[in-house]
């Protein structure tokens, strides 16, 4: 009898809180995958990197190019997984190399402050008067104290990586266009497998050959903010339908989805100021931070990060429904699997969140921290045909590989993308 009160008490809960939060009357419930009984669980260990082993020395130093033995990677803000062999890693320049210091007391600061924190990082390669370009200040620059060739160096800002963590591509060429690259993507319809960059500072999505040798496109106004059909004011991410029509998140300032066809031609745009942390208005963000599209539903799910939230639209911007990532929470990531789930990379809680495609929670793994598999700020991730994901991180200012275990649990893993880009 306690049993079934109980059981009672958790389903009434759950009833009021999915009619606070979402409207099932006006978007019915997609049918939910189920999931595989949970393998036999191994004798002891722990569960520190979820289903997965981390890649060692992945990817290589950057001291593997020559004149860089003494710099090391700034704030790795996005990573696209176009093949095992060919990884995109986007960030803010270089920071230098540096051994952890010894702790220092700062009595000029205040009784029992030390630098740095035991069992802390010891620089956060992201946020700060000088670390790495692009974060601090009204356009991202005319706040950074530091010195470029001292502090920071803006330099391989976009580069690819083999299999093995080598370096195989520097597209310095394109370091002087960027101001703070943000996501990067390659269109898995497109045959011709094009790049696209977001860069939210220059107000602008880039896109270029798969080689990097051509810029053929640019959405927006480089360098200029607006909120008409032509400008951006600091957009995030990006996701494509099947015909090529693409969604691009507006972004940090902006509070809006722009939808463009295949061609980039601005077909519509949708979103309203919202007033954080708490909103659960229909169509209100602050800080659209994640988009992405089901080609079979063409339902589009939308981050609204700083209310915590996924909203769900139709392909022209109709609400359907919504879910609330929890509390505390800053979703950073949004992806969506191939085996039609929804996937969630968290700041606050430095976890990798699995839900269905209704928001209902699955499951999640992550631990806050710099050890190999650790997260702080993840910002990027991506999934490679053979079930690797990557992991970029803005305040630990690396990227990682996550190699499926054997035994893991097949539930656990996430799924390769709706659409992997074909070899």
Known sequence: MKTAATAGIALAAGIGIGLLVGNPASAPDIPRTADAPTAEAPKGGQDQTGPYTVAENWPKPLSQLPGHEKWTWGAVQGIFAESPNRVYVLMRGELPLLERPMEVPYPNIGPSISFPVSQTPFRNASVGPVTSPGNTGSDGWNGWQGKLGVDARWE??????????????????????????????????????????????????????????QLVQTLGVRGEAGTDDTHFNRPTF????????????????????????????????????????????????????????????????????????????????????????????????????????????????????????????????????????AMWNPHGMSVDQEGNMYLAEVNNGRAQKFVPRPDANKDHLIGPPVRPVAN
């Open 156 to 213: 391989h800002n976009l580069f690819v990586v083999d299999a093995e963590g080598t370096i195989i591509e520097s597209w310095t060429q394109w370091d002087s266009i960027m101001r703070r690259p943000h996501s990067v993507f390659v269109n898995p319809y497109d045959p011709e497998k094009h790049v696209w960059v977001v860069d939210d500072r220059q107000h602008a999505v880039y896109k270029f050959t798969n080689d990097g040798k």
């Open 238 to 373: 990006m996701a494509w339908l099947p015909d090529s029509t693409l969604y691009v998140s507006d972004g940090y300032a902006n509070t809006r989805v722009v939808k463009f066809d295949k061609d980039g031609k601005f077909l519509l745009a949708w979103g309203e100021k919202g007033t954080p942390p708490n909103d659960t208005r229909p169509g209100t963000f602050d800080a659209v931070h994640g988009v992405v599209v089901d080609p079979d539903t063409r339902r589009v799910y939308v981050t609204d990060r700083s209310s915590a939230r996924i909203q769900i639209f139709d392909e022209n911007g109709k609400y359907l429904d919504q879910f609330s990532t929890g509390g505390p929470s800053t979703p950073q990531v949004l992806y969506m699997s191939a085996d039609k789930h929804l996937w969630v990379a968290d700041n606050s809680t430095s976890k990798i969140v699995k839900y269905d495609m209704n928001g209902r929670y699955i499951y999640s793994w992550g631990s806050q921290g710099q050890w190999p598999g």
